[in-house]
């Protein structure tokens, strides 16, 4: 993913650096930059109302450097789109096809903006999962997580996104 966001020019670039460190949907994209953009003392990034209704709570205290670069496409992806909701629109259907070709450039085989979410998912899987701890309990808690990061209520989409669980 970081070759294809490097690849990419702005203002796309901003949206799948937030994309690939938060796992927002491409929809929560905007809701991601404005929250942090209005949030700039928190290191806490609340996505209301995602998809489902759900308000999904991402904390970064302790994962800061990623915060930081979330922060700076944040503000600059705001200064973007503005208050325009049309350009917002707009910039929903180029960044797509922006990430498709980027994609493309690097011969990445996935290459839909949804690669953003299963890229965060197994990054976190790999920085939650306690190295040595192979218990069920330890398991489900990393599980747990992630699916509460992504969106979903169900532990069995967050292995959907997870290669060990994928057969």
Known sequence: PEKVIASMKYPYKEGAVIQYLTGARVADVRKVAEWVAENPTSYTILIRRSKGGRT??????????????????????????????RRWVDYLREYTEAVRNAARTN???????????????????????VQGDESDESEKKTLTTITEELGHSRISMAK????????
């Open 56 to 85: 999904r709570v991402l904390e970064f205290a302790d994962r800061l450097e990623q915060f930081f670069r979330i922060e700076t496409a944040s503000e600059a992806l705001v200064n973007y789109i503005g208050q325009d909701g």
């Open 107 to 129: 011969n990445e085989i996935y290459s839909g903006p949804h690669a953003f979410r299963v890229n965060y998912a197994e990054g976190r899987y790999d920085k939650l999962a």
């Open 160 to 167: 959907y996104y997870l290669p060990q669980y994928r057969k």
